[in-house]
């Protein structure tokens, strides 16, 4: 049974700070790591993806990724209140390039102004 | 999105009648998918697809079916709903050679 573990917080920051979030994975075939930001009611949007071990950086966002732990997370910089929402961690699985995901539960941040 | 779009938006529907949902893109992305969301289970796959009259199941495709007879439309359908099929349906596209799936906005679909 592959699974995508994450804490489902809510995970509460003062603006400005940094948030980290945090997934593991059982999979050890997995190739690819997504970060999917979702706002109440809407649907997910992904905002990072990581295939390498290490860190890949895009604007406030970070993604780090070890594939010997089977872990990967998401640093939010400088976060602001429009960060908040459910960040979803989605990680490949199945032989081939099909985009088949399995997803987390999913992590609530809340940002306080 | 402009590139995704789903019909309905929002559905009630009895128990043991058959529903179809419609996923049309404009992208001409060779990989479709259907997920459905729901409280304490995240996201899960139900159906993909990986062209036209390419076909196969994910996680949850128990009660459901799928078919793609054009690129661009993706039908899933129920054949005979049940209230455990009451969920937020989204389909997704795969950019990038499908290495990246873009959402949909999703259906809320409620079954009674």
């Known amino acids: 049974q592959k699974e995508v573990e994450q804490n489902s917080g809510p995970l509460s920051v003062p603006e400005g700070a940094i948030a980290s979030l945090n997934c593991t994975y059982s999979?050890?075939?997995?190739?690819?790591f997504f970060w999917y930001r979702q706002y109440s009611g809407k649907s997910p949007e992904l905002i990072m993806f990581i295939y390498s071990n290490g860190d890949k950086e895009d604007g406030r966002f970070t993604a780090q990724l070890n594939k010997a732990s089977q872990y990967v997370s998401l640093l939010i910089r400088d976060s602001q209140p429009s960060d908040s929402a459910t960040y979803l961690c989605?990680?490949?699985?199945?032989?081939?390039?099909?985009?088949?995901?399995?997803f987390g539960q999913g992590t609530t941040l809340q940002v306080k102004p | 999105d402009a590139g995704i779009t789903q019909s309905p938006r929002h559905k009630v529907t009895e128990t043991g009648t058959p529903v179809t949902l419609r996923c049309h893109q404009t992208?001409?992305?060779?990989?479709m998918y259907w997920y459905r969301q729901d409280p304490g289970h995240g996201l899960r796959l139900i159906h993909y697809s990986y062209g036209v009259k390419d076909t196969d199941k994910g996680e949850v495709s128990d009660g459901y079916s799928v078919s793609r007879s054009k690129t661009e439309d993706f039908l899933l359908t129920l054949e005979s709903a049940t209230s455990s099929q009451t969920s937020v349906y989204f389909c997704?596209?795969?950019?990038?050679?499908?290495?990246?799936?873009?959402f949909g906005q999703g259906t809320r679909l409620t079954v009674v």
């Open positions: 999979d050890r075939g997995s190739q690819s």
């Open positions: 989605a990680v490949s699985y199945g032989s081939g390039n099909t985009g088949k995901l399995i």
């Open positions: 997704a596209i795969g950019r990038q050679g499908g290495t990246e799936a873009f």
């Open positions: 992208e001409n992305h060779r990989y």
